[in-house]
């Protein structure tokens, strides 16, 4: 497709040939673009800078220096090592915050993405997908989009409580308020799932600049076309969102991998239930706006 950029990733049998296409746009309203994109093989990620915190552009930039410095480029890391990337770009963040005569101006940053990780020789190749925010991770088939990323907000925690509908909480008036962010605190606590690398895989990862604009039923429409825009399936959401309002920055990568033979059975790497080892906690009290 026009837009995308292709590469091989060596394994230790065989390789994965992994397409993306990448776009961040500052959108209709914005001044500032606190969005920030890395998609660099075998990593991809997007980080949405905190609105009305100090610092929310630096911030985002904070975490894809980190990474760069972090994971060596064409070769899966351990998914330690993308901990450890997670953990030290909140340590970049924290260390951008001040201290002055009205107290601490926090800069902070959501993180959404996906790495191809080697788990060793028990667990193999996985896609390693990681969350802070409300960015999100979705995967798709070619028929089904599914979300694997849980929000880590106020309206979200509403939702999961049975007190508002999800419908309700795109007009819920505290809907920009996260519950997790790095920078925020000393230590981050990152939702974690590691599904099996193997077949045709399709991923898509954005800041809430998109699902703000358009509904999954949508964001599976256009991924089910075909892409026209110079910079791929990712310049075609980005424009569809931006056609829509623009009301904040908009951040896509989508990243289509295929590893193994054909014999290979790539629904069985779709299904988030058993296939996904899932790493997750107790939300945070209290919030923050996103």
């Not at 209709?28 to 093989?41: I, L, P």
């Not at 998914?79 to 909140?90: G, K, M, R, T, W």
């Not at 964001?219 to 959401?237: N, Q, R, Y």
């Not at 991998?257 to 790497?269: L, Q, R």
Request: hydrophobic fraction near 40%; aromatic fraction near 4%; charged fraction near 25%.
């Amino acid at each position: 497709m026009p837009g995308d950029v292709e590469g091989v990733v060596a394994l230790t049998r065989g390789s994965a040939l992994i397409a993306h296409s990448a776009r961040s746009d500052i959108g209709r309203v914005r001044s500032v673009n606190e969005d920030a994109v890395f998609a660099e093989s075998p990593v991809y990620l997007v980080a949405d800078g905190m609105g009305g915190h100090a610092k929310g552009d630096a911030a985002s930039q904070a975490v894809v220096e980190t990474f760069r410095l972090h994971i060596e480029q064409g070769t899966p890391p351990s998914p330690e090592q993308v901990l450890d990337a997670i953990h030290s770009s909140n340590e970049a963040v924290r260390a951008l915050s001040d201290r002055g005569e009205e107290g601490t101006a926090v800069a902070g940053t959501t993180l959404a993405g996906v790495a191809l990780v080697d788990a060793g020789d028990a667990g193999g190749y996985h896609w390693m997908a990681f969350n802070i925010g409300d960015s999100r991770i979705y995967s798709w088939n070619g028929r089904t989009l599914e979300q694997l990323s849980v929000d880590h907000s106020a309206v979200q925690e509403l939702v999961d409580a049975g007190l508002i509908s999800a419908e309700d909480a795109e007009r819920h008036p505290e809907r920009n308020v996260i519950t997790r962010a790095l920078g925020a605190d000393d230590v981050v606590d990152p939702d974690v799932w590691l599904i099996p690398a193997t077949g045709r895989q399709v991923f898509l990862v954005c800041s809430d600049g998109l699902t703000k604009e358009l509904d999954d039923d949508r964001i599976a429409a256009i991924l089910a076309g075909d892409a026209a825009h110079p910079a791929g399936m990712a310049g075609e959401l980005v424009d569809a969102a931006l056609a829509h309002g623009g009301r904040d920055n908009v951040s896509v990568v989508v990243v289509e991998s295929k590893i193994g033979g054909d014999d290979d059975d790539p629904d069985a790497t779709r299904d988030r239930g058993d296939e996904a080892i899932e790493v997750t906690r107790p939300r945070d009290e209290g919030g923050r706006d996103g």
